[in-house]
């Protein structure tokens, strides 16, 4: 065995939820409530123009129509929505020019996370937007990128910087009428990532965001806006983190994505926002629109997500193959724990001729938690020779938790090959007495299957968070092998 | 305006239900009349009905039934299956057919209509009717406890083994007012016995059937059953099979769907045994404005049992295929061996296909999968046939008979089986030309 996986088992043994501190940072917060008062402040707050003022408040207005939706196979108390504090942001919100600028404490929380915000860590590569609570705290390598022309910052300053590209693109993909929680998201969302890769450019390094929801009774709504021109490529990463608390917070975000002609995306999330305890207390609801439009021919979008986090998780990031030739892959491993519940999956649409998709969902349930995979391929008239393959995988550790795969096919063209397989099994005791035969002990044995069973998926991810992902996989595990 | 309009029918339900009197089912009538009037019928907006659109049918008055048939005018010759010794029950428009039909009652079997078994074996017939088929599930179910005349019953007392097939012939036809049936069937198979049941439909003009099948499987017992819908020309079917296993009970059914229709199968087994085995074959040929939707559940509730389900289709142009199915697996059922396979091939593009299938497991010790494709015929093995001098047409009807074979292989009875190929290939021959 490798050092590396000596490493993933020793802290199986000890660790828990590692970044559930709080951070000390002044911080303004926006008393609780929503109204059109609450959205005017946000606005204003940020100093935005009449037009996206306007959007909001027609989403808002929208939202008030919609009833929360029940269809989906998780359980939890009904949200108050006035209950939520919808701003959050740390205190002196001047934009920095230079890290030293930086209020100490928030150097110090994305340090503990182990978030390269450091120039000097220029080896690691990677550009980082960082989102705490409502706005991003600063946003590194902007020089480097805007020499090739590439665009990253926050929403905010997108809005002020790019209007003529934000509201083009801004909500093209997922319309604020899409579902009850894009609608409220497009209503009150604080900030986000924008990215804008030029025709032709490939991105020359991994573009990053992290969020930290860290205030106490705030829900947290971000948007993610990415727009890759003919011929650009990007790869683009977001982990997610939040401190442990007893009640559960709302975290409703909104990823659109958009791939011109023979352009490609590929975006990576490691999602680990605060589980909940032991018996279910706490954790983040993880309610998330992702969506991406392959507009041109040829074009590429790929998801990758490595699922730990969050009390329920509930999201389906989704292609739709409009341009033809193009691709949608989707690569998922969601592990739940406890009393954690997770209802993921995909949408593949397919519109245009000769469009691929390929699925790939990696389910791991353990303790008493739920894990579904619910998926949709549509393949419509229009998409001659369209292709897909899906397979869904789940494994079982423990008699008490549940596995359940809810797969749609909508095929409407008969030059269309759709394929499907799912498998749900348990670790095989063979397998495990094979390994213990040869020394290795039953949760060292465990941890090495899991990474072997999810390896599919893992290797998809860039490297630096493939190993991540691969500890954090081990860490969620603990205690429930046995 | 719909709400008002299924109002006015629950009302006039409960009268109808008055004007029944006394009866043994009364109370059974009594429960759907309530279950109806707070369920309704579904809607596309319902989960298990987002395919299958109910539009028509909700236009149908279901108190004005069907009409009476002159039996004499009826032939069965056509329908018959060549070679089989049978016992035949005959049903028109959801009544019993006395002189077409030749009713079975030995000291330990009987075959033959509901009322007749209400009278001649009351005590398994009320034991089991209304027990799985529950009328608070769906508004069908409710309606047809609440509507149906008759229907067959087929008993076999403990150890009985039969040595004839019962094959039960369902034969509707409407006007455009009266166009309604309901069949309330129901087959009894105590422990270790062994029965093997034929359900034909034939159509004979539009019309809507509403049947619902219970099967209580005993302690060793097993059943054989096959529901073929082979001549179904313009009518519609809502046909609904809830099956309840005792242990190492095995329940082995063949769904054969063709020649027209709008069918909806609902197809339910559940074990309340261990070491129970359940298998489920299904196939549908469809093209024009046809629509197939097969639904099934394999309830996994005890530990130790095993499923197959294998469902198959060829989809022409302008048809619709739906095929849903779904393992349940419960807590506990450790050792539960569940496999599920669906394959659909699209001759047009006209043709569509909506395919779920599901797994819900809450139990970790078990071997479960399913897979589904859609797809075309393979191009490489028509270029291959092809390349050896077979003509496209007949290289297509070969590959295409190769695929549904796998289903009709699984008929277990050598007659049927050779009666289904030969259908089957005329089948085939009628979707190749409208392609």
């Known amino acids: ?482 | 305006m719909e709400n008002v309009l299924e109002h006015t029918l629950a009302d006039r339900l409960t009268a109808h239900l008055a004007s029944l009197g006394e009866q043994p089912l009364a109370a059974q009538r009594q429960e759907a009349a309530a279950a109806f009037s707070a369920l309704g019928l579904p809607d596309t907006t319902h989960e298990d009905w987002k395919y299958t659109n109910l539009t028509d049918v909700g236009r149908l008055d279901p108190l004005a039934g069907a009409p009476v048939i002159d039996l004499s005018t009826i032939e069965l010759g056509p329908y018959r299956i060549a070679g089989l010794d049978a016992v035949e029950l005959v049903f028109v428009n959801g009544r019993f057919a006395p002189s077409l039909s030749q009713e079975w009652h030995t000291g330990n079997q009987f075959a033959g209509s509901l009322q007749h078994a209400l009278v001649q074996i009351p005590e398994p017939v009320l034991a089991h009717l209304g027990q799985y088929a529950r009328v608070c599930e769906e508004g069908f179910t409710a309606l047809n406890t609440l509507l149906a005349h008759d229907g067959f019953v087929v008993y076999g007392a403990k150890n009985e083994r039969w040595d004839k097939t019962v094959v039960v012939y369902h034969l509707s036809t409407g006007t455009k007012e009266q166009c309604w049936t309901n069949t309330r069937n129901l087959v009894v198979a105590e422990a270790g016995c062994d029965v093997t049941i034929i359900e034909k439909y034939i159509s004979l003009s539009p019309v809507f059937d509403n049947d619902v099948l219970e099967i209580a499987v005993g302690a060793n017992a097993s059943v054989q059953h096959y529901k073929l819908q082979t001549r179904y020309g313009d009518a519609w079917h809502n046909g609904t099979t809830r099956v309840q296993q005792e242990r190492d009970s095995q329940y082995y059914n063949a769904t054969i769907s063709w020649s027209g229709g709008r069918v909806r199968n609902n197809l339910q087994a559940a074990h309340a045994g261990q070491h129970c085995e359940t298998n489920f074959y299904g196939l549908y040929l469809l093209d024009h404005d046809n629509l197939i939707d097969n639904h099934t559940l394999v309830d996994h509730a005890m530990p130790n049992c095993y499923s197959n389900e294998l469902y198959k289709g060829i989809v022409g142009a302008d048809g619709k295929a739906v095929f849903n199915g779904k393992i349940l697996v419960r807590p506990d059922a450790q050792k539960t061996n569940a496999y599920q396979s669906n394959a659909n091939i699209l001759l047009a593009d006209t043709g569509t296909i909506n395919a779920k299938p599901e797994l819900e497991i809450f139990a970790d010790d078990v071997k479960c999968s399913h897979g589904a494709t859609t797809g075309q015929l393979n191009q490489d093995e028509l270029f291959y046939l092809k390349a050896r001098g077979i003509p496209e047409d007949k290289a297509r009807t070969i590959l295409l008979t190769a695929f549904a074979g796998q289903v009709v292989e699984q008929v277990r009875i050598p007659a049927l089986r050779d009666d289904l190929l030969e259908q089957l290939m005329k089948e085939l021959h009628h979707l190749q030309i409208e392609f």
């Open chain 1, 1 to 482: 065995m490798s050092n590396n996986e000596q490493d993933i088992l020793s802290q199986i043994t000890d660790e828990e939820y590692k970044y559930g501190f709080v951070s000390n940072i002044d911080q303004d917060i926006l008393e609780k409530g929503l109204s059109e008062d609450t959205i005017r402040f946000i606005s204003a707050k940020k100093g935005e123009p009449e037009w996206l003022l306007n959007w909001r408040l027609k989403a808002y207005r929208h939202w008030l129509t919609m009833t929360e939706p029940r269809w989906q196979n998780v359980q939890y108390p009904p949200i108050d929505y006035q209950a939520i504090s919808y701003y959050a942001s740390p205190k002196e919100g001047n934009k920095l020019n230079s890290l030293d600028e930086l209020d100490p404490e928030i150097k110090a929380t994305y340090d503990k996370l182990g978030i390269p915000l450091e120039e000097q860590l220029l080896l690691a590569g990677v550009a980082v937007d960082a989102v705490l609570d409502s706005v991003s705290v600063i946003t590194t390598y902007k020089e480097k990128l805007a020499e090739k022309g590439v665009i990253f910052s926050s929403i905010s300053e997108a809005v002020h910087e790019y209007p003529d590209l934000v509201k083009k693109y801004l909500g093209s993909v997922v319309p604020y009428t899409d579902n009850y929680f894009a609608a409220l998201n497009s209503a009150v969302f604080s900030d986000g990532s924008f990215v804008f890769i030029p025709k032709g450019v490939r991105c020359p390094m991994e573009l990053s965001t992290y969020f930290r929801i860290n205030a106490q009774g705030t829900g947290q709504f971000e948007r993610t806006l990415i727009v890759a021109e003919e011929s650009a490529y990007v790869s683009y990463l977001e982990g997610c983190t939040a401190p442990k608390r007893d009640e559960n917070q709302l975290h409703a975000a909104v990823v659109e994505l958009v791939a011109m002609a023979d352009a490609e995306i590929k975006y990576s999330t490691v999602q680990n926002w605060y589980p909940g305890d032991k018996d279910g207390k706490g954790g983040i609801y993880n309610f998330v629109t992702k969506r991406g439009v392959c507009m041109g021919n040829n074009a590429k979008i790929s998801w990758t997500q490595v699922e730990t986090g969050s009390s329920i998780t509930w999201k389906y990031p989704s292609v739709i193959l409009k341009g033809d030739n193009s691709i949608g892959e989707f690569y998922s491993v969601a592990l739940t724990n406890n009393m954690q519940q997770a209802d993921t999956g995909t949408k593949m649409i397919h519109i245009g001729k000769n469009t691929k998709s390929r699925i790939v969902s990696k389910g791991i349930s353990a303790g008493k938690s739920q894990n579904s995979y619910r998926g949709l391929v549509k393949v419509r008239k229009s998409a001659a020779g369209a292709r897909n393959y899906s397979q869904c995988d789940s494994l079982l550790m423990g008699d008490k938790c549940g596995a359940h795969t809810f797969p749609y096919f909508e095929i409407n063209n008969n030059s269309a090959t759709v394929e499907h397989e799912a498998t749900t099994s348990k670790i095989g005791e063979d397998i495990l007495f094979y390994c213990n035969q040869r020394g290795i002990s039953q949760e060292d044995a465990v941890a090495l299957i899991v990474n072997g069973y999810a390896k599919e998926v893992l290797d998809k991810l860039p490297m630096e968070f493939a190993v991540e992902a691969r500890k954090l996989l081990a860490i969620s595990l603990e205690g429930s092998v046995g």
